[in-house]
């Protein structure tokens, strides 16, 4: 019984270390330096946006359990460590009894392993609570309180893209989820009129979608007037057909109060479509497609 009541307080008091444990250690190992200097950029980028990210924070719910599993786990590493201490029972010993158990091979000896282990896990929960985090960060829209981290993620993944081609693709990647964040917030103004916060945050999402658009055109174009390959010009004709539609449709939904930034969008699309109509002929055709660019007048009046 005693041995127990060990037990269970040896067991909290490593749980409480460890939740006392910051993966600092982790920061103080600089990796190799990479051979070449264009190695070293995406890395340094990826750091540096790591490092303004906002702090995974771990859900009470599922931290509770997971101390409760942890301090129960180690109860019985524990117990079984001070067996020796107490009275025992009788065992049978056949061939190769006296090797040690898989756990007790495990089970870290000095103090400096038990160091690691607690930091190892400490980063291992920090890690998967992040990754956690960053998913559900992927749906979020303007005004959420993980908004934040999901534009933060975007930046490292912009920051990672190599050369015009590659930032030009990943630049008209985030005006799609511009124009999904508005279609989203005009979906709450179903039940009545948006408000001017509600207002707000779609102008943002299509100020967003109109720049990242327009810099992911720019891009494209620049790769395509420098190395001359069609690839550039099939993404921009790709970005406009999948997505021409979406516009046009959230496009009549929008109240008066937009015009300005919906003119802006359907002006970035007038200007992907003719930069690509006089290279259509060079492009691979979708199976099922028409003819024509599908432009649409940006100056339609409001319904």
Do not use: C
């Amino acid at each position: 019984m005693i041995a127990n009541v060990s037990a269970h307080r040896r067991a909290n008091a490593f749980a409480q270390a460890l939740e006392d444990q910051t993966p600092q250690g982790a920061a103080a190992v600089q990796p190799a330096e990479p051979a070449d200097q264009a190695d070293r950029e995406p890395l340094l980028a990826l750091a540096n946006g790591l490092g303004e990210l906002p702090k995974p924070q771990l859900d009470p719910e599922v931290k509770m359990v997971q101390r409760a599993q942890l301090v129960a786990a180690m109860e019985t590493m524990f117990a079984e460590g001070g067996a020796s201490t107490g009275a025992t029972v009788p065992v049978q010993r056949g061939k190769g009894a006296h090797r040690a158990s898989p756990l007790r091979k495990l089970r870290p000896r000095s103090r400096w392993a038990k160091g690691l282990t607690a930091g190892g896990l400490t980063v291992g929960v920090a890690a998967g609570a992040f990754g956690g985090v960053a998913a559900a960060s992927s749906d979020a829209l303007p005004g959420d309180s993980l908004y934040g981290l999901k534009r933060g993620m975007e930046d490292i993944s912009l920051g990672m893209a190599k050369g015009d081609a590659d930032r030009g693709e990943a630049y008209l990647d985030q005006a799609s989820t511009r124009l999904s964040e508005a279609r989203r917030l005009m979906e709450r103004g179903r039940s009545g009129a948006l408000d001017h916060e509600s207002l707000g945050a779609v102008r943002r999402a299509l100020n967003g979608m109109s720049h990242d658009a327009s810099e992911g055109h720019r891009l494209l174009h620049s790769a395509y007037q420098r190395d001359g390959a069609i690839g550039p010009i099939q993404t921009l004709d790709t970005f406009s057909r999948s997505h021409r539609d979406a516009w046009s449709s959230l496009r009549d939904r929008l109240p008066v109060q937009l015009t300005d930034v919906r003119d802006e969008v359907s002006s970035v699309f007038d200007a992907m479509e003719d930069e690509v109509a006089p290279l259509q002929s060079l492009l691979p055709r979708p199976p099922g497609a028409g003819k024509g660019t599908g432009r649409s007048d940006a100056t339609t009046p409001d319904t």
